[in-house]
């Protein structure tokens, strides 16, 4: 084997050593005493020249061999798994939606169902916790500070669980709180919205995580309206019905769009009144003469007191419609709750196909200058 090729060896690694800091210092020894042994001979400089390319590749080795230590480092540090995890404080609550109509003068109990998912026993506190407002989709807001005073129409009547008091459920295992309701002959008729707020923490922790409590929390809404009639008054308007997707242009109260291209439209409704109201009813689209051209459900959603809700179909998703290439005129989209219904005129015309047409004759023209 000549000189050349004994270096290469070496540069690829068949001499092994223990560590890599060790690996390069040898491998640079090694080829230092062979470049000074070939000093006098003609393929010397060619030699040195595989020496100086080794030192620059060890260089790189260290570099990368630093990358990797502090990937291991990054990995074991922040991505490793700890012996906590989500799923050991699982919990889940039954019912998670409750519709209460009562009368002032009366009381009710209902039962929901708390259920420990982990194999670890839970120290848990139920409490009730109001809101009065909601975003688009539902979701309540709470307020943990709100002093309501319809507060004291709630308690357990469980013989060992109370609110704001710790109880333990068993690991998989569940647990039954039997709420009670009794409005008093005085209250006020309107109505009132809480949740049964179910909290846990951990009450064993590794050594790790000594002083840190890991919590997770669970909640019922309750919709509640306190009214001597069978069915309160309720005033739903839509305050926003226009297409949020698709080809069109707007032209003051009504839109021009493709008759090829799909529409999507967005939807909201506004609850004017004083109690809960529920969303039913029908998105449509229908001809100057009436006449419908697609039919589509309201998925049926509470919308409580003064707050708005982005209504869907009965799939959860937004309102779609695909005009057919012969649709062509004054149409309008309609959603029909039970107040009085909400227009939206569009004129679909072959916009698309009328824009495509103009560049091309424009480009033909160009082409013929």
């Known amino acids: 084997m000549n000189q050349k090729n004994k270096i290469l060896s070496l540069l690829h690694g068949r001499h092994w050593c223990r560590s890599a800091n ?17 000093a006098k001979q003609p393929h010397a400089a060619s030699t040195c020249e595989y020496s100086r390319q080794f030192r ?3 260089v790189f080795c260290g570099l990368r061999t630093a990358m990797v230590i502090l990937l291991f480092l990054f990995i074991f540090i922040f991505l490793a798994p700890t012996s906590v995890h989500a799923s050991s404080y699982g ?45 688009d989709y539902g979701n309540p807001i709470l307020n943990l500070k709100s002093p309501m005073n319809w507060l004291s129409y709630f308690s357990l009547a469980n013989s060992t669980i109370k609110l704001e008091e710790p109880f333990t459920v068993r690991g998989n295992s569940s647990e039954q709180l039997i709420l009670s309701l009794s409005v008093p002959e005085t209250a006020p008729l309107k109505d009132i919205y809480a949740t ?60 021009l ?33 009436e006449k419908p051209v697609y039919l589509e459900g309201l998925l049926p959603v509470y919308v409580i007191s003064k707050t708005n809700r982005t209504l869907l179909n009965t799939q959860g998703n937004s309102f779609t419609y695909t005009p057919t290439l012969g649709q062509i005129g004054l149409h309008r989209a309609i959603i029909e709750i039970k107040t009085r219904p909400t227009l939206l005129t569009l004129f679909f015309f072959p916009l698309k196909s009328v824009w495509a047409s103009y560049l091309h004759s424009l480009s033909y023209g160009l082409s013929l200058r």
């Not at 491998?27 to 230092?32: Q, S, V």
């Not at 019912?95 to 982990?118: A, M």
């Not at 506190?125 to 109001?130: D, G, L, T």
């Open 257 to 289: 769009a493709d008759n090829i291209t799909p529409l999507t439209f967005s939807a909201r409704v506004k609850n004017d009144g004083y109690f809960t109201a529920e969303t039913k009813g029908l998105f449509k689209i229908i001809t100057g003469k």
């Open 91 to 135: 919990l889940s609550i039954y019912p998670p939606l409750l519709r209460i109509q009562i009368k002032p003068g009366k009381s009710i109990t209902q039962v929901f169902k708390i259920e420990n998912l982990s194999q670890n026993d839970r120290f848990l506190v139920a409490r009730i916790v109001p809101f009065s407002d909601a975003d």
């Open 22 to 38: 060790e690996f390069a210092r040898n491998m640079y020894l090694r080829t230092k005493k062979r470049c000074r042994s070939l």
């Open 56 to 58: 620059v590749s060890t």
């Open 196 to 255: 049964l707020l179910v909290s846990t923490y951990a009450n064993a922790l590794d050594i790790g995580y000594q002083g840190t409590a890991v919590s997770a929390t669970i909640g019922s809404n309750m919709l509640i309206t306190i009214s001597s009639e069978l069915n309160p008054a309720t005033i739903l308007k839509i305050d926003r019905l226009k297409p949020e997707t698709g080809f069109f242009f707007k032209f003051g109260h009504f839109y």
